[in-house]
T-cell receptor
Framework: DTAVSQTPKYLVTQMGNDKSIKCEQN?????MYWYKQDSKKFLKIMFS???????INETVPNRFSPKSPDKAHLNLHINSLELGDSAVYFC?????????????FGSGTRLTVV | AQKITQTQPGMFVQEKEAVTLDCTYD???????LFWYKQPSSGEMIFLIY??????QNATEGRYSLNFQKARKSANLVISASQLGDSAMYFC????????????FGQGTRLTINP
């Protein structure tokens, strides 16, 4: 069973469209994250949720809206997609009180905006 | 200010040799954690090793060890007896504070193992 699963793995779409990426974890973790990896491979956190509560929002355009229906799911919705949104988006999860054990990442969603 | 610095954009090593990937960090928090992740060409992020700021001994996991020099604020990853499958991007990352919920990553080092 995949611990952190993201769908879709690849997403190609036109500028101006709205798209969603879904993430689910079956590890019993209470904290989930979205990271963005740009074309230079730099990884930066976008959002973090703990038990469905937003705890980190790192100066991300408000076209990006995360939603966490429960602590096992964290979805990312992007409105009015722009060329600069092309990147790989990683979902991750951790157990807040045991963060020393690392963060488990999903396999990534490669978003290409044309 | 850059919190995590990896100064080696690329490294080329012969198979079976040991390799050290450099990582320096910057924090004023006495409690922090340092992580290394591997990202092969397939794209997934694989957790390799963790070092806590209060850990007395350097962390080891199989062929991976972390050379933790607290006074110098460095946390270099050492891979012994490198294998072709070790070719990948390697990222150093830091979590500040006990309750902090985010990892801050370095720029990464692309390691290539030559046969």
């Amino acid at each position: 069973d995949t611990a952190v699963s993201q769908t879709p793995k690849y997403l190609v779409t036109q500028m101006g469209n709205d798209k969603s990426i879904k993430c689910e974890q079956n590890l019993g973790h209470d904290t989930m994250y979205w990271y963005k990896q740009d074309s230079k491979k730099f990884l930066k956190i976008m959002f973090s949720y703990n038990n469905k509560e937003l705890i980190i929002n790192e100066t991300v355009p408000n076209r990006f809206s995360p939603k966490s229906p429960d602590k096992a799911h964290l979805n990312l919705h992007i409105n009015s997609l722009e060329l600069g949104d092309s990147a790989v988006y990683f979902c991750a999860s951790s157990l807040r009180r045991q963060a020393i054990y690392g963060y488990t990442f999903g396999s990534g969603t490669r978003l290409t905006v044309v | 200010a850059q919190k995590i610095t990896q100064t080696q954009p690329g490294m080329f090593v012969q198979e079976k040799e040991a390799v050290t990937l450099d990582c320096t960090y910057d924090t004023s928090d006495p409690s922090y954690g340092l992580f290394w992740y591997k990202q092969p060409s397939s794209g997934e992020m694989i957790f390799l090793i963790y070092q806590g700021s209060y850990d007395q001994q350097n962390a080891t996991e199989g062929r991976y060890s972390l050379n933790f020099q607290k006074a110098r604020k460095s946390a270099n990853l050492v891979i012994s007896a490198s294998q072709l499958g070790d070719s990948a991007m390697y990222f150093c990352a830091m979590r500040e504070g006990q309750g902090a919920q985010k990892l801050v990553f370095g720029q990464g080092t692309r390691l290539t193992i030559n046969p």
